[in-house]
């Protein structure tokens, strides 16, 4: 008995040998299988924490000065597109609306004032050529009594010289000679006169149709006024540009504001995307279209899923305040880091749960 012990302690050393050499083997061939899908899971996935959720901030500001009157949203409240948010006190715009309107139909009666003059004046000139024409028709009936008045004188002439009528019906002739000649000068007067009182009236139409442009000039400067003052008006009216959230506001009612003072903001969060600043050295393989499973630290049990929408045309510290200036002769050479978009997926975050500004941490499938 006493000498079977050795065999049996040296058998059970001699399994436990080969138990350790497969358990070693196990573990070896366990850390290789683990390793190589390690490294074939960081192969067919790019993962970041220098991500974040953004989305479009909509700045709600006034575009006139004023009184805030009435406030028709609380902080975080939901609004709807083209709901009111704020409304200013409308009295002093109105005075001005009202006061560019009376300025505008003053103008416009200057016009009506105008053309009242313009057809006053086109009927006079029409009165005046029918004038004129007259006197140039008498001219022309005191000219062919004037020829017949000569012919009379002369033919009166030759028969006093012949002693063959009297002397008194030859001067009665030559008296009537000259009646008609004196009666075409003053015809030809009248036609002078005539012609030049059209001309006149004429000219009187051409400025008053001038001051007719200048006018209606002016009527659209009023007008464009009155427009300005409609427009100020409106904008006492401050409404939702989107759907979304009221946050960061800072007026209440009773507030004096001035032109362009941010009120508050509106946060469409159906809209809302990632912004992931993956390292230059990780977008050799990154494509537009490719899935991303995200992990939100705010709710570290969830998985939300994007897609990779855009990559940015420069890294982040190219349009920075202060951009590297790398001719300087200090380069130190850094990683750069792209900015990626990733839009949500539309069944992915049906309650909008997710904020803009949480820190979240995607992952790329590139295969």
């Keep these: ?57 909509h700045t709600i500001a006034s575009k006139v000065p004023g009184t805030v009157r009435s406030l028709s949203v609380n902080d975080n409240q939901f609004v709807r597109k083209g709901d009111v948010l704020v409304e200013l006190d409308t009295a002093d715009y109105d005075v001005k609306v009202r006061e560019a309107s009376a300025v505008v139909n003053s103008e416009k009666g200057k016009i009506t004032e105008i053309d009242s003059r313009v057809e006053a004046s086109r009927t006079q000139v029409r009165e005046l050529q029918a004038r004129a024409d007259a006197t140039a028709a008498n001219l022309e009936l005191q000219k062919a009594n004037l020829e017949q008045a000569d012919r009379d004188a002369k033919r009166a002439e030759g028969l006093y010289g012949k002693e063959a009528i009297s002397k008194e019906r030859y ?5 009537a000679h000259k009646v008609a000649l004196a009666q ?37 400067r009023r007008e464009a006024q009155l427009n300005d003052a409609e427009l100020k008006y409106g904008y006492t009216r401050l409404y939702a540009p989107a759907d979304g959230y009221v946050t960061k506001k800072s007026v209440e009612i009773g507030n004096q504001i001035q032109a362009g003072q941010p009120l508050m903001a509106v946060v469409p969060l159906e ?39 855009s990559i940015m045309a420069g890294t982040g510290s190219v349009f920075s305040l202060f951009p590297p200036e790398n001719a300087t002769g200090n380069f130190v050479k850094v990683v750069q880091r792209v900015p990626v978009k990733i839009v949500l997926d539309k069944n992915t975050d049906t ?15 590139i295969r």
Excluded at 4 to 18: I, M, Q
Excluded at 29 to 49: Q, R
């Design 184 to 220: 075409v000068r003053t015809a030809e007067e009248e036609v002078k006169s005539a012609v030049k009182a059209v001309q006149t009236q004429t000219a009187v139409i051409r400025q008053a149709e001038s001051a007719r442009v200048t006018q209606a000039a002016e009527v659209k």
């Design 271 to 309: 809209d809302i995307y990632i912004t992931a600043n993956y390292k230059e050295t990780q977008l050799e393989k990154v494509k537009v279209g490719q899935k991303v499973e995200i992990r939100v630290d705010t709710f570290p049990g969830r998985k939300f899923r994007g897609t990779v929408e």
């Design 1 to 57: 008995m006493e000498e079977a012990r050795p065999e049996a302690t040296g058998n059970n050393n001699s399994k436990r040998k080969k138990l350790a050499v497969v358990l070693f083997l196990f573990l070896v061939l366990a850390g290789a299988v683990t390793l190589s899908l390690y490294i074939s899971y960081k192969a067919a996935h790019i993962t970041t924490d220098d991500a974040f959720m953004d989305g479009k901030i």
């Design 351 to 365: 309650e909008h749960i997710l904020r803009v500004g949480m820190s979240v941490e995607p992952t790329i499938v």
């Design 171 to 175: 001067e009665k002739t030559a008296t």
